[in-house]
Each structure stands twice: as C-alpha cells, then as structure tokens.
C-alpha cells in the first residue's frame, strides 16, 4: 500500500486581508410588515404568544420551484429586524413576486374563518409595490468569537457557495477524456445550506442487460466554520445524482412518509410577468409525496387547497401520475418542460453506482478551482502528525506455542467470551425463516470462535417447533449451544387493520401484542441477571405494508422482555452475482452479524493505544450520545434518551465496558444498560386524550428550534419551549455522568452533529479550549469537573460539515514526468507547519465494504487501462460502487495544561482501530458503543431525511451497523 505523507482537502479558505464583494439586488420587508404576517400566522395556533416568527420554509419552497432566481437566507423571519432575506442577480418583476406573495399569505392561514384576516393583510402588506435594492455584499466578512473562532455574516451560508457556483458556471465545459460536462445551477433552500451545480443532459448507461440509466454528476457548495480558527472555509463535495426511470405496474415507486426530489426546467418563464423576459437556466426543485388523505401523488404545497393550484403558471408542473408513469420521457423534454425524478435507495437498485472515486473528484475539483475569486485559496495540504509512534496490533496471549493469526485470533474470543460469561457456556438462539441463511450463520458461528468438527445435535425440546434442534461444541476455552429454530410468525407484519393502521393505539397495541407472542414462544430465561443473544431472520423492510408494520421492534421489546439481546439478519430477496460469490457475501454478513451480537453482550475488544506511559496506566474512555425519537416517527411517541457508554481497557469483564443508567445513577454491564433503555421505549395502548390522532406537523409549522441543527439557529429560543426542557434534561444527565466519572483519569468523547443542539457550548461558535459549559451554568475550567478529564469532540462529514480529501504525492510517470499521485491515506492529519497548541486534526481510515476492490482511477464517464493478471485493457466503472473514507475531525477542546493535544488526538484516533484486520470504525470505540445502544430506544425503521445523500457515508453507515466487516 503506497503511503502518503499529505493529503489534499476540497476545502477554500479566505487570505486574511482579503476583501471580494459581489452585487445582489434584495428585499427587505420592514417590520410593520413582518409583524403584521406574525399576527396573522399565530390566528389559530394554541400558543399564540410562544411564537415570536413568521415561518417562511413554505415560501422558500415556493421560490425554489417557480423562481429558482431568487436566494433566501432565513427559515423564520424576526419581527424585531428587517434586515433583506431575499436575494437575486436581477430584480425579480413585481408582477411575479406579487403573485407568490399571494399564495404564501393565502397559505400561512387558509382556515376559512380567517378569509378576512388573510384580504386585510394583503391589502396592508401591498406586496406589488415593495421594490428590489442593489446592494454590495461583503463575501469574505466574518468576526472572531472570544476563542479565536471565524463567525461568517449569517447570510454569507446562503450567498457565498451561490456566487462560487456562478463564477464556476462561467467556466468551459468540464473536459474528460471521451466527452465533456456541462453544468447549471439548481434552486436551493436555507435548509439545504450552500449552493449545487448539475451536469446536463445526463449521461446515459446501458447495462448488462440492456436496460438504460440516467445520471449526472453533481458539486455541492457549503460554508463551514472550524473550531478556533481565525478563517471560515468553504467545502466542495463532487458527487453523483443519479435519476429515477425504473418504474413497475403503478409506475416510480414513491416512499411513503417521503417526498422525491423532481428538477424542473422550463423553456418559459413559470408565470407570466407581462414581459419578454426568458427562463431562468436554474433548475428549479419541486417534490412529490403520496397524500394518504387523498389518496394520491401530488405535488408539496400543491393539492386542493395548496399554494400552487392557487397559482397560474405560463408552464403547468407535469401532471404527477404522467411523470411517475414514464420518468425516462420527461427526462428530454415534454411540452416545454424538463424533469427529473432524483433516485433515492428505496426505490430499489440503480445500474449507476453512488459516489465517486479520486479518478473523478479530482479533475472536478481542479475545475472548480479555475473559477476561485482572488483572495480564496485552498487551504494547505495537512500533513501526518507523526510525532507518535505507530501502533502496533496486539499480539495476543503468549502461550509458548506459535499459532497463525486467524487460529490466535479464535482462541482469544473464545477466553475473552469465557471471561465474560464467568465460565458458564456460551448459549444462542438463531430464529430462521431461510436453510441457507441458517446453515451460513450456523457455519459463521463456528468460524469466530473457532469451532472444529461436527457438533453435537440434539432436539431442542420445543413443543411449538417440530424442527428445532440444539447444536454443542466444547472446546478448552468454551462450552457452546446454539438453539435452532423457524422463526414462524413472529416474522410476519403487525396485525395493522387498513382503518387502524394510523392510530397510534393501534400500533402500541400490535406492538404489545407481537411481544407477548415473543415471550410465549421462547423458553424460560436464566436466572440472575445473565443476558443471552438471538439472532433473528426477517423478511426485507418493503415487504411490510405500511411501514409501520415493521416487527423489528416489537421483536427487540419481546426478546428484552425474555431477557435477550437481538441481532437481525434479513432475507435479501435475490442474491446478485455468482453462487460463490453470493455464498461469500452472506458468510461475510453472518459474520458480522454474530459479531455484533457478541458486542451487545458486552464483548468488544479495546483497541491497544500504543503510545506508553504518556497515556495514564489507569485511563477510561467515555462517550455520550443523545438519543431523540421524534413524534412522528415509526413509533407516533417522542422522547430524549441521553446514554452514556464507560471503556475501562484494564478491567476484566464485564466491567470493561458498562453504560450509566440514568435512573439509578450507576454504572451497569453493557448488556444490562441495553435492557434497560429497551424499558424506556414502553409504549402505551391508549391514545394521548391531548393529541389522538398524533399526526406529523404539517409542512412548514413547528419551532424554529425544531428546524435547525447547526449552529447558527434563526431566532431566539423559547426559554419554555420543548429544546430548552430537553437542554435542561441534558445539562443535568452531562453533570451526572461526569460526577460518576471523576475517579479517574478520563477522556470523554462528544459527537457534533449529535449533541450541540441540546449542548449547545459544543457549537463552533460557542466552544472554548480547555474550558467547559453545562447549559445553564457558568463556563468553567474543564479541570473543575474532573482533575483527569480530557474532552475530545468529533465530527464526521454529514452536509458536508468535514471536506472530501484524497491521498496527495508526487511521482514520476514513464516518460520522466513528475506528476501527482492520488490515492487513499490512513492516519491522524494536522495542518502544515509547527503549532504544539494546534486542537484541529482529521482521521481518515481505509477502504471498506463494498469498496475495498475499487480502484481509486475508477471513472463513471471515462475509459481507463488496467492490468490484470498480466494482462491489460480498458474499463469503465459507471456500475461499480465508488467508497471514499470520510474524514473525521477531532478537536481535542479540553485538556491539561501541560498536555500534548496532539497526543489526545492520536489516541481518539486509535480507538477507530478494530479487531483483527477489519477497517477503522467510523467513530472511536466508545462513541461506536454508545451509538449502537440507540437501536433499543429507536426502532430500526428509524426517521429518514427527505433525500438521503448519495455518497460514501451510506457505504460507512452500512459498515457501522455490522453489514459489511465488524
């Protein structure tokens, strides 16, 4: 593996003395004007008074679709200012901004009773005569905060990436080897941060078997802040967006619950303005959802009584049956209008592989950089912060006889599972709906723990399975059974009527009722507080009818009950490939199942650190992450779950790894802290009297604090609002937790993304070195709550928040050419040059999954040579999937004074490391632990975002939960 000693970031950051302004023209809505929509939206609402902005996600939407222009900044409008929150190249003509002004107010209370309410403040807003105002927009402006943090202007998230993306659209075509792309801006949303660009027309590909796929490569554009960094910088991520054409009997296969993105292009304007003014080369983005009520596709904010039947448009939106019907037909055009349906994963597989290796990214990226303005630059490759020795994987127990790696490997998971169990034999249930599915776990099984020989069968002794059996294998270490089973029914949907599938007590009550089926069916459990494992076969998720029905878990709360953890393994409909490979595949998967299974007992292996006696001999690891199960989720029942996860490497099991309850305020083996939050999901019968039919929000309505989990939230919070009490709930768990861990020397991890919206110091703008704040309380000095303890905060590249990177280098070509070396790196980076205090360095790991053969030259467009066993050709690998390491920061915010950040850095770095020769996790051990302990509060068909993204980070996903490698 060729190593790297740099790496190269897709991320931009300002000179310091530079200055670049761009011209925008904008509206402000004064505030008379703003207060009088406040007054009117809170007509109706319970609270009236808790709400102190006008929601305008809605309009936005509105814009996105009918004058994709046109760049808003704000979710919430603040009655308290009137600073501009729209803005465009070019005014906007009245006529038009009037019209969907109109529909908006019309919208922001359609009640009929407030038909009068809506015409006074239509007449006393005067929408047509408010005037656009050119302006000069600083785009470099940003202010430091008390620790050093560069705070860009609030608008910048918005209109920064969008002049970036203008300046890169008047670039040339991008140029490949065979073709070449042309790019066009698309509408974009607050909520969407940044900027995108898209290649069209698409790219087409025929596979295999004939059939064609569309797809277009696709840049997206953010601005991000870095924690104690003088300079903000800006994110590129190439990527792919691949175009839904596979349709069946009732055409594209919308997700319930969901909304598919649709780009739109029209060769008129959307509505009429009176002029000869041209279309916009935008794409404009509109979505479609199935409406249960209505029993039908429709288009957001359209519908009887929505925004867009209210609105008369030059170019009508295709009819929703007509493009669900024949996607591929839109795609080139059809009365004047182009559309694209964006492909999501559940609408089943796609012959274009997700995501992009460097063989693309690169030159993308390279493109891009012609189109920077003077004083943005790419901000310096880091380089390996080598100041540690290298780790070493440990070795092993010494027994005096020399065993290959795979056998040591057996022997010391069976003596660690010995250890665990306290002697007793390890005991296991596998529930099966498939023979192959059962004879690969059975053969999985025997192959972690090193099982030689056939094992012992006899009958399991189960009167309601004719077909059960118990296999045995003793061995020096450990005493095995595995109790076979057919799972039965247990696999099958909840009994959810068609009438009472939407009413939450008929969903507790199913659920109810599948967990007294579980609990009859199972032997009796052992006694004390000893934990045992099953592994489950079910059905894939689309076979269950509404989602709902999902038995996941139930089937989790029903084998809590009888004292098991579980394990799922689902069926897969068709296995692609060849048999071998398919039989691969599933041992592959088996394995990693039964892995994870063994962590849920509380048998994980602790990373060695490997860095001496720097590290103090005695030193836990501590995670905390914070669970939210939101209302209109799977389960109709919100509720907040901090869980925190404690790793004493010395310790002997089961202490090793234990988890704090909550409840009793005591550290407990991991195992029982499962159970435990598996009794905090109990779900009541009954409907709520306050909320029966426990309906999602309705589009665009809800708190500001509800909508944003950055850093920068649009409005002041309610002091007694649901985010403060949940921020209260977590500043008293945080205090606990850190009060139960003050014994000894601690490094305690944090996730970004999943706690600084209740822990709100943990933000970019708010966080201080070596200082502390629990909200609520004054910031102090870290040392106060805890002599020993370190904070380390991590954060991975959801939306984008850590750039795409790649391994940087030169090297000599066969004509005696330096030219660059690109590839994939592993290790722990830091900026160029000697910083001893420096707190910022990303990990990055290898390739995993279904991309460790891919080939880091692998093209979606462009022919490439290879050699293969001595022989060479050309190939494309537009069906191949594409897996790029995301990389992690790691900011090491707190420490002691004479600490080595860096030294804290390498060892959070580490504890990626797994056992044996599999990948990095995705994050340290502990916060690995603590997040896979959320499978007992959350169901598994957890809350999905409206449009998953199509890159690595759902490869790096599918690794966590155990699919892929252990």
């Known amino acids: 593996m060729i190593r790297y000693d740099t790496i190269r970031l897709a991320g931009y950051v300002p000179d310091p003395d530079a200055e670049w302004t761009v011209p925008y023209y904008t509206l402000a809505l004064p505030r008379p004007q703003r207060k009088l929509l406040l007054d009117l939206y809170r007509l109706g609402l319970k609270r009236p008074d808790d709400c102190l902005a006008v929601p305008v996600g809605r309009l936005n939407s509105l814009f996105q679709a009918l004058a994709p222009e046109v760049v808003s900044v704000a979710k919430w409008l603040d009655v308290s200012h009137d600073e501009p929150w729209l803005y465009a190249r070019d005014p906007v003509p009245a006529d038009v901004f009037a019209t969907l ?6 919208d922001l209370r359609p009640e009929p009773e407030h038909r009068q309410a809506v015409r006074e403040a239509l007449d006393a807003l005067r929408p047509g005569e408010l005037r656009w105002e050119r302006c000069e927009v600083p785009m470099l402006a940003r202010t430091p905060t008390p620790a050093g ?11 920064l990436p969008d002049a970036l993306a203008g300046l890169a659209l008047d670039l040339a075509p991008f140029s490949y080897p065979g073709g070449s792309l042309g790019f066009r801006g698309v509408a974009r949303r607050p909520s969407d941060r940044g900027a995108e660009l898209l290649s069209w027309p698409p790219d087409r590909y025929e596979d295999r078997d004939g059939r064609t796929w569309w797809f277009s490569a696709l840049l997206t554009l953010t601005l991000q802040t870095v924690p104690f960094s003088p300079e903000f910088r800006v994110h590129l991520r190439c990527g792919v967006r691949r175009w839904a054409t596979r349709t069946g009997p009732n055409g594209l296969y919308l997700p319930p619950r969901r909304a598919a993105s649709v780009y739109l292009l029209a060769n008129a304007p959307w509505i009429d303005d009176g002029t000869e003014s041209r279309a916009s080369a935008r794409f404009s983005v509109g979505r479609l959802r199935y409406d249960r009520a209505l029993r039908t596709r429709r288009w957001e904010a359209g519908g009887p009584d929505g925004m867009l039947s209210r609105l008369r448009l030059r170019q009508p939106f295709p009819q929703p049956d007509n493009l669900i019907g024949d996607p591929t037909r839109w795609l080139a055009g059809t009365g004047g209008v182009t559309a694209a349906v964006v492909h999501s994963a559940p609408m089943g597989s796609h012959g274009v592989k997700a995501g992009l290796m460097p063989g693309d990214r690169v030159p993308l990226t390279e493109w ?18 080598n100041r540690r020795p290298a780790v070493r994987r440990p070795a092993g127990r010494r027994t005096g006889e020399v065993l290959d790696p795979d056998t040591r490997e057996t022997t010391d998971r069976r003596r660690d599972m010995a250890e665990l169990l306290a002697g007793e034999p390890f005991r296991a249930e596998f529930l099966w709906l498939t023979e192959p599915i059962r004879d690969a776990g059975v053969q999985a099984l025997a192959t972690l723990l090193g099982l030689d020989g056939e094992p012992v069968r006899k009958p399991a002794g189960e009167a309601s399975s004719s077909d059960g059996e118990t296999l045995s294998w003793q061995t020096p270490e450990l005493s095995v059974e595995l109790r076979l089973a057919r799972i039965g029914g247990l696999a099958d949907s909840l009994a959810l009527s068609p009438v009472d599938q939407r009413r939450t007590s008929a969903l507790h009550a199913a659920i109810a009722d599948r967990r007294a089926q579980v609990v009859r069916r199972l032997p009796a459990a052992s006694a004390g507080d000893r934990v045992s494992l099953t592994l489950l ?12 029905a999902d038995p ?27 048999p071998a490979k398919a039989d691969e595949a599933r041992a592959r998967k088996l394995e990693a199942c039964w892995t994870d299974g063994f962590r849920q007992l509380g048998h994980r292996a602790v990373p060695a650190h490997g860095l001496g006696p720097e590290i103090p001999a005695d030193t836990q690891y501590a995670a905390l992450w914070l669970v939210k199960r939101r209302r209109d989720g799977p389960t109709r ?24 309850d909550v409840r009793t305020g005591e550290w407990v083996p991991y195992p029982m802290l499962l159970m435990r939050l598996a009794e905090s999901a109990e779900l009541p019968t009954a409907d709520d009297p306050d909320d029966p039919d426990e309906e999602p929000l309705p589009e665009g309505t809800g708190s500001p604090a509800g909508t944003e989990d950055g850093d920068t939230p649009d409005q002041d919070e309610d002091q007694n609002g649901p985010t403060e009490r949940h921020r209260r709930i977590v500043a008293d768990a945080v205090q606990e937790v850190l009060f139960g861990l003050r014994d000894r020397p601690t490094l305690l991890l944090v996730h970004a993304q999943n706690a600084r919206r209740l822990w709100p110091w943990l933000q970019d703008g708010h966080i201080e070195p070596d200082r502390v704040r629990i909200h609520g309380r004054p910031a102090q000095r870290l040392a106060v709550q805890g002599p020993g303890l370190r904070l380390v905060r991590v954060r991975e590249g959801t939306d984008t928040e850590t750039p795409q990177w790649w391994g940087h280098g030169p090297q000599t070509s066969d004509d005696g050419e330096e030219e660059e070396r690109v590839g994939i790196a592993t290790g722990l980076w830091r900026p160029p040059g000697h910083a001893p205090r420096n707190r910022v360095f990303g990990s990055t790991g290898e390739k995993a999954g279904p991309g460790t053969k891919a080939s880091v030259m692998a093209s979606r467009w462009a022919f490439r040579a290879y050699t293969r066993k001595g022989k060479t ?52 051990l502990p916060l690995h632990l603590a997040r896979k302990a959320t499978e007992y509060v959350l169901p598994t068909t957890r809350d999905q ?22």
């Not at 943090?149 to 209109?159: F, I, S, V």
């Not at 996860?645 to 234990?658: K, N």
């Not at 030294?903 to 340290?924: F, I, K, N, V």
């Not at 199509?950 to 252990?966: K, M, N, S, T, Y």
């Open 101 to 106: 002004m109109h529909a908006w107010v019309n």
């Open 149 to 159: 943090t560069a705070q860009p202007d609030g608008r910048l998230y918005q209109l």
């Open 368 to 385: 891009f950089e012609q189109a920077l303005p003077e004083g943005l630059v790419r901000t310096p490759d880091p380089v390996r912060a």
């Open 537 to 548: 076969e079910i059905h894939p998720k689309d076979a269950y009818v509404p989602r709902s």
């Open 552 to 578: 996941k878990f139930a089937l989790r709360l029903g084998f809590r009950d009888a004292k098991r953890v579980t394990q799922f393994v689902v069926n897969p409909r068709r296995v692609p490939g060849k």
């Open 637 to 660: 029942r919100a509720d907040l779950v901090p869980i925190a996860v404690r790793v004493r490497p010395d310790d002997p099991a089961p202490e090793r790894i234990t988890g704090w």
């Open 873 to 924: 050709g050309s190939t494309i690998d537009t069906d191949r999937p594409a897996w790029n390491p995301g990389l992690l920061e790691i900011v090491v915010a707190g420490c002691l004074p004479d600490d080595d950040p860096e030294l804290w850095a390498t060892l959070a770095h580490r504890l990626r490391q797994s056992p044996g020769r599999a990948p990095l996790l995705a994050l340290p």
């Open 945 to 966: 975002p409206t449009e998953p993204e199509e890159d690595d980070g759902a490869v790096q996903l599918c690794f966590d939960l155990g699919v892929i490698a252990p």
